[in-house]
């Protein structure tokens, strides 16, 4: 099998496009897809300078997804000095698992000379989640807890930080899973959320109020959303199939941690996965097809919710515990902080 492009050997067919790509060839293609991404959404704002650079935080799991898109972007910004990047690791308290991830984000960061931070459940909220999957006073999967407390702290210190934006490695199947789970569970509030949360361009979102855990994070849907401090999402690397990242991140040999969560249990999203998986197989160019067509009808749902004035959001306020905004007296978060504690 030869490379469309040059005739040398190829490492991989996309059976959605047609392309039988060398190593080089299929490198190029993944970032020129990644940078094409990152200008459609406006990711860098026009008005950025070096005296006032636009800080881009990213969420730095170690994980391939996150290392490949923290060395595109390194590389395609990383002498413009409109742009600052900082990679933010969160350690949950599992053992064994992210420290050797936290190994890997430690050796990526120093390679490419770009600032790195790690904060933990355990200095944040004084819990690990080896204990809290262990004690599971909520009777719910690790996942829904985890959800919270990552978001919460991915959230918080990029507004720490005085962010512009917070990235994050989401790809494509990821984005198409969360498409269809919305879709079939008839929530068509929560297709707006997600183009506003971080679908939509920046011009095409409104940055104010844009965050309404559109990712089915488990959170406060509404966390955050008015804040003078809310940091907006995007994700430059939906348009890359997961296993395109996994054959970049090994092609160039990048340090990254490929284990699975040992506590991960998403059944639903697991099931979703298997009929993408299925669907792609028989019909090449599913999730790309799905993502298409979703992201138009989200923008035309957002709009039209936002035109209607009816987003309908509670009043929010502070949390009393933590000062988070939130629609009740008390957040998500430290209801489930008050509860792994009473046990």
Same mark, same amino acid.
């Not at 079939?184 to 997600?194: S, Y």
């Given at each position: 099998?030869?490379?469309?492009?040059?005739?040398?050997?190829?490492?991989?067919?996309?059976?959605?496009? *047609?392309?039988? @790509?060398?190593?080089?060839?299929?490198?190029?293609?993944?970032?020129? $897809?990644?940078?094409?991404?990152?200008?459609?959404?406006?990711?860098?704002? /026009? !008005?950025?300078?070096?005296?006032? /650079?636009? $800080?881009?935080?990213?969420?730095?799991?170690?994980?391939?997804?996150?290392?490949?898109?923290?060395?595109?972007?390194?590389?395609?910004?990383?002498?413009?000095?409109?742009?600052?990047?900082?990679?933010?690791?969160?350690?949950? *308290? #599992?053992?064994?698992?992210?420290?050797?991830?936290?190994?890997?984000?430690?050796?990526?960061?120093?390679?490419?000379?770009?600032?790195?931070?790690?904060?933990?459940?355990?200095?944040?909220?004084?819990?690990?989640?080896?204990?809290?999957?262990?004690?599971?006073? %909520?009777?719910?999967?690790?996942?829904?807890?985890? *959800?919270? +407390?990552?978001?919460?702290?991915?959230?918080?210190?990029?507004?720490?930080?005085?962010?512009?934006?917070?990235?994050?490695?989401? =790809?494509?199947?990821? %984005?198409?899973q969360t498409a269809l789970m919305n879709v079939?569970?008839?929530?068509?509030?929560?297709?707006?959320?997600? +183009?506003?949360?971080?679908?939509?361009?920046?011009?095409?979102? /409104?940055?104010?109020?844009?965050?309404? =855990?559109?990712? =089915?994070?488990?959170?406060?849907?509404?966390?955050?959303?008015?804040?003078?401090? +809310?940091?907006?999402?995007?994700?430059? @690397?939906?348009?890359? /199939? %997961?296993? !395109?990242?996994?054959?970049?991140?090994? @092609?160039?040999?990048?340090?990254?941690?490929?284990? %699975?969560?040992?506590h991960a249990e998403e059944a639903y999203r697991?099931?979703?996965?298997? #009929?993408?998986?299925?669907?792609?197989?028989?019909?090449?160019?599913?999730?790309?097809? #799905?993502?298409?067509?979703y992201e138009e009808i989200a923008g035309i749902?957002?709009?039209?919710?936002?035109?209607?004035?009816?987003?309908?959001?509670?009043? @929010?306020?502070?949390?009393?515990?933590?000062?988070?905004?939130?629609? $009740?007296?008390?957040?998500?978060?430290?209801?489930?902080?008050?509860? #792994?504690?009473?046990?």
């Open positions: 099998m030869d490379c469309d492009k040059c005739g040398a050997d190829a490492v991989t067919h996309a059976a959605y496009s *047609g392309a039988h @790509l060398c190593g080089e060839h299929f490198r190029r293609s993944v970032e020129k $897809r990644v940078r094409r991404r990152v200008r459609e959404d406006g990711l860098l704002d /026009p !008005e950025a300078t070096p005296d006032d /650079p636009d $800080r881009w935080v990213i969420g730095l799991s170690g994980g391939k997804d996150s290392v490949v898109l923290a060395t595109i972007l390194e590389e395609t910004f990383g002498r413009d000095p409109r742009v600052e990047l900082i990679g933010l690791t969160i350690h949950e *308290g #599992i053992e064994g698992y992210r420290d050797e991830s936290l190994a890997a984000c430690r050796e990526l960061t120093d390679d490419l000379g770009i600032r790195h931070e790690v904060v933990s459940y355990a200095e944040e909220f004084g819990v690990e989640m080896d204990d809290v999957v262990e004690d599971d006073p %909520e009777n719910m999967a690790a996942c829904a807890y985890c *959800g919270v +407390f990552r978001r919460d702290l991915l959230e918080g210190y990029a507004e720490e930080f005085d962010a512009d934006k917070l990235l994050t490695g989401h =790809n494509l199947d990821d %984005e198409a079939l569970e008839g929530d068509v509030r929560q297709v707006a959320k997600h +183009f506003d949360a971080s679908l939509g361009s920046f011009e095409d979102r /409104p940055l104010d109020d844009a965050d309404r =855990n559109g990712d =089915n994070t488990g959170s406060d849907a509404h966390a955050r959303a008015e804040s003078d401090h +809310f940091v907006p999402r995007a994700k430059p @690397l939906r348009d890359v /199939p %997961e296993k !395109e990242v996994a054959l970049y991140c090994h @092609l160039r040999d990048l340090p990254s941690h490929m284990a %699975e969560c040992p697991g099931e979703i996965k298997s #009929i993408l998986h299925d669907l792609e197989e028989s019909h090449p160019g599913t999730r790309h097809s #799905i993502m298409a067509g749902v957002a709009d039209t919710y936002r035109d209607d004035g009816d987003d309908g959001e509670a009043d @929010l306020g502070e949390c009393v515990e933590c000062g988070s905004t939130t629609s $009740r007296e008390v957040c998500r978060k430290c209801r489930l902080i008050e509860s #792994i504690e009473a046990v």
